[in-house]
């Protein structure tokens, strides 16, 4: 039986065979939960259903980080799908995402756990090691431009 950090899965403890999206899914979840974790100093778990192919808290549903990561979900596993991932438009646009969720930040708190999770961050798990870096160094480089705008 092969298991996933951070993500339990109902099947895997039965040891119902599953298709392999649902691997890679999980794979992809828990290797950027477990990022998010180290960064945050948390420990969420996440449990998978393969029937909705849907990620959700495992016990504390209302923590707002715990939420924030699972709102991002769906946009991390559509850019792994993409026919597209690695052409510099899909690159682009996830950052274009960042750049939109930044303008939402309006307290030095919010800033800071936007610096903590994008700084030196790539989607884990489906980039190649170039596109890996591009989308690191544009995103720090993002942070960092509207860390010397904006005084909270």
Known sequence: MRTFKNVVCIELDFDIEIEPEHW??????SKNLTDFNERFKTDFIVNY???DYFFTPLEDESNEL?????????????????PTMSSYED??????????ELK??????????????????????FLEKPDAIYIKSKLTDMILDHSLKYKF
């Not at 930040?105 to 989607?123: C, G, H, L, T, W």
């Open 24 to 29: 890679s899914n999980m794979n992809i979840i």
């Open 49 to 51: 259903s393969v029937d």
């Open 66 to 82: 715990l939420i924030w990561f699972l709102e991002g979900v769906p946009e991390l596993l559509s850019f792994a799908y993409s």
């Open 91 to 100: 690159l682009d646009l996830y950052l274009n995402n960042r750049r939109k």
């Open 104 to 125: 939402y930040v309006f307290s030095k708190e919010m800033f800071e756990n936007f610096q903590k999770r994008y700084i030196d961050y790539a989607p884990l798990g």
